[in-house]
């Protein structure tokens, strides 16, 4: 498998399901829509001060851009579901609860850098946190570096979504 980028290429069965339904609403849905504005708009003659025309290809081509990109990057990843063997310790899909010496507290799920977006409940498995928690389990001692030094995080609950039945 070739490497684009410096990106994991594991995705969660979730969110390869979102990149997909992304992908289909953009191609099924919104291309067509905005290919038919575009058309009119051009049928109207003189182009250069037609805003309709104007914006909507400009729409068009990020449009087609982003298509692109999800159907290279869909062909690239590798889904990721839950085993059984990963039962008791952290590794990519989990829901990790931890705390540190201060009482502060963090739950967030460790996932691919494609699924971070948008959500704050979510991780990247490159983020420097998750790399510390990987193969620990509940009552293990996590230490992340950060710019003011190491910082001890105690894993406090491991769990996983419920395995869905793949499509």
């Known amino acids: 498998m070739k490497r684009t ?5 594991l995705i969660t069965r979730e969110g390869y399901q ?3 339904a992304e992908h289909d609403e953009l191609w099924f849905k919104k291309r067509p ?11 109207l003659g003189d182009r250069s001060e037609n805003a309709d025309y104007t914006y909507n290809k400009r729409l068009l081509r990020q449009i087609d ?12 990843l590798t889904i990721v579901d839950y085993s059984p063997q990963q039962a008791g310790r952290v590794f990519f899909g989990a829901w990790v609860e931890l705390e540190d010496d201060d009482g502060n507290s963090l739950k967030f799920r460790i996932v ?8 704050k409940d979510y991780i990247s498995i ?14 293990d001692v996590a230490t992340v570096s950060t ?4 910082k001890d995080w105690y894993i406090v609950a491991i769990d996983y979504p419920q395995p869905t039945q793949p499509s």
Do not use: C, H
């Open 112 to 119: 691919g850098p494609d699924e971070i977006y948008g959500r």
């Open 5 to 9: 980028s410096s990106k994991t290429l």
């Open 147 to 150: 710019p003011n030094g190491p």
């Open 33 to 43: 829509e905005i290919t038919r504005i575009v058309s009119w708009a051009a049928s």
């Open 18 to 20: 979102q990149l997909k």
């Open 126 to 139: 490159d983020a420097p946190m998750a790399r510390a928690l990987l193969k620990k389990q509940v009552d």
């Open 65 to 76: 851009s982003r298509l692109r990109f999800l159907r290279k990057r869909l062909e690239e």
